[in-house]
């Protein structure tokens, strides 16, 4: 059974991927400000990256958002793209995706 956006629950996870994604990408972007020394640094965030976008968002988008996360971090001066404020956009806006609720309000709606 999956959580309506009416749901408070949904709100709450819907909320916290916009700020923890908003925040990932102010940290993806911070290696932009420091020219050429922060690209090295886009070398130990690009994995990182890729696995936190998996933890937030399930699925096969996910795992495709991962992938162009860990390209983008990869590649020189693209920091400026907010990959995980896409991905938010493209999972709750564009997708209007359901959440699944949580295992203790799963069983006790089936009752």
């Known amino acids: 059974m999956a959580a309506s956006p009416r749901d408070p629950h949904f709100e709450s996870v819907k909320t916290r991927n916009l700020v923890v994604g908003l925040l990932l990408d102010a940290i993806g972007m ?23 976008m ?26 400026i793209i907010p990959t995980f404020t896409a991905m938010w956009i493209w999972t709750y806006i564009i997708r209007r995706k359901s959440l699944p609720l949580p295992k203790n309000e799963a069983q006790s709606d089936a009752r």
């Open 54 to 79: 998996t933890v937030l968002y399930k699925g096969r988008d996910a795992k495709t958002a991962a992938v162009v996360s860990v390209a983008e971090e990869l590649f020189p001066f693209t920091d």
């Open 30 to 52: 911070l290696s932009f400000s420091i020219p050429f020394i922060g690209e090295f640094g886009d070398v130990v965030w690009a994995p990182v990256s890729g696995l936190l």
